[in-house]
């Protein structure tokens, strides 16, 4: 008997690629194996997000692209998670009526038990609550796909930023117990994981339990995965500026398999837009934080986000953005113009400037991010980075991919045998987008 097929599609952020490796794990056992083909596909999975309008039409569109892939399979099922299943729940079914389940980010191990309640009743299917972390009990072990893994040590957020929709579709900060994180990163590795990307909506917030019961901090948690044999690169996102710690910052001094690298999302440099996006810092205690990090770390290359064109911001507003660009010399940056999100009390703020003018603010950031981004790259050259061998690039024939500390894809000449292992490289070219090397 031939195995059922799952097709399987992501939008957004890492924590859904997270979620949907973990789908993949849960349907296996369920004997699914997975395809390429969404016209092969006994399961179609779409794993959908809601932090920006764009995404979340994109999913409504894909979605109306599937029905006609229902029409021409009856037998398909189609389930649709993620943050827009939490957040329109069986609005979802009114609007694409072919939809057979809908499962939040929360209840997506439920799945095996919300497509046999589909059969059974012949109707569709939406669960949406937020059990606290019984996802994690209820899923298999993760199985590895390369030399690079995400784990998720806490889900949610207690934030409450007045444009943000992820306390509404994913709930309150809950973080997984300590000796469950280290289990699963231990798994990772003896499966030839070298890189750990420790994942959260908050994940600097992490405050899960140790063996004790007692409290264990983020600082305290990428000690111990950093103690696992075969490990030799740990990266983190999302962080909060506020939950920046001087903890974490001396994890810096000490760990040195702790990436070079740190994704700090600030989201405007106006104290004033600040306040109005309820995100609990200013100007100044952000760029304090920066230095007491390039203290322990003068080279770390900080990325970051940026939300352009918030309601009411202003030339002034945007001009103190721009000052922190020059101030920190941020190496990277995701910036989009401000999107309003029903049911956040940003999206009822008076909002009267203009698209053009937004989009004006957006390109002159980003052209400066890129500079420097670019002359970051120019003083790497002819050093030696310590690199992970990902796999084969795009582009070239007989060239590897692979990627440094400060995370850079850098492509070189190399026998596949490095793919998944650590390796020196001498930076020898920069591009717009990478670098090139050779073997040191």
């Not at 690629?17 to 296996?28: E, G, K, T, V």
């Not at 499962?103 to 038990?113: D, M, W, Y």
């Not at 309820?278 to 304090?288: A, D, N, P, S, V």
């Not at 850079?408 to 090397?437: C, W």
């Amino acid at each position: 008997m031939n195995a059922k097929k799952i097709y399987l599609r992501s939008f957004g952020c890492q924590m859904n690629d997270y979620d949907s490796s973990r789908i993949i794990d849960l349907m296996r056992e369920q004997g699914y194996e997975r395809t390429a083909q969404p016209e092969d596909a006994d399961l179609l999975v779409v794993v959908t997000c809601s932090i920006r309008e764009k995404a979340q039409e994109k999913t409504f569109s894909d979605l109306g692209r599937l029905r006609e892939l229902k029409k021409e399979k009856p037998s398909m099922r189609i389930a649709v998670g993620g943050c827009v299943a939490s957040q329109e729940g069986k609005r979802i079914l009114s609007r694409s009526p072919w939809v057979d389940v809908v499962f939040g980010p929360q209840t997506l191990h439920r799945l095996p038990e919300l497509l046999a309640e589909r059969e059974r009743t012949g109707k569709p299917q939406v669960d949406i609550e937020f059990p606290e972390i019984e996802k994690f009990d209820c899923l298999p072990a993760p199985t590895a796909t390369g030399a690079t893994a995400f784990v998720s040590v806490m889900e949610g957020c207690s934030k409450y930023c007045s444009y943000c929709v992820v306390p509404y579709t994913r709930g309150e900060e809950i973080s997984r117990p300590l000796m469950d994180v280290l289990v699963e990163c231990a798994h990772l590795a003896s499966q030839g994981v070298k890189e750990i990307t420790l994942l959260g909506q908050n994940v600097n917030a992490y405050c899960g339990r140790g063996t004790d019961g007692n409290p264990v901090d983020f600082a305290t948690l990428l000690e111990f995965v950093s103690e696992i044999p075969g490990i030799e690169r740990i990266r983190y996102t999302t962080s909060h500026p506020k939950e920046f710690s001087d903890r974490l910052i001396e994890a810096y001094g000490k760990l040195p398999k702790l990436a070079n690298h740190v994704h700090l999302p600030v989201q405007s440099g106006s104290d004033r837009i600040l306040s109005a996006m309820k995100r609990g810092y200013t100007h100044e205690w952000y760029l304090g934080r920066i230095a007491k990090l390039r203290e322990v770390r003068p080279d770390i290359s900080i990325a970051t986000d940026f939300i352009v064109g918030f309601p009411g911001e202003t030339e002034e507003d945007f001009a103190e953005t721009m000052r922190l660009i020059k101030e920190v010399g941020f190496d990277a940056s995701f910036s989009f113009v401000y999107s309003p999100r029903p049911g956040t009390p940003a999206a009822s703020y008076k909002d009267d400037t203009p698209q053009e003018v937004k989009l004006k603010r957006l390109q002159n950031l980003q052209s400066v991010i890129d500079a420097k981004a670019t002359e970051i790259s120019q003083t790497m050259l002819g050093r030696v980075e310590r690199c992970l061998v990902f796999g084969k690039a795009k582009k070239g024939e007989g060239l590897l991919s692979a990627r440094t500390d400060n995370n850079r894809v850098v492509n070189f000449k190399g026998d596949d045998s490095l793919i998944g292992q650590m390796a020196n490289i001498r930076i020898t070219e920069v591009y717009p987008h990478t670098l090139g090397g050779e073997l040191a």
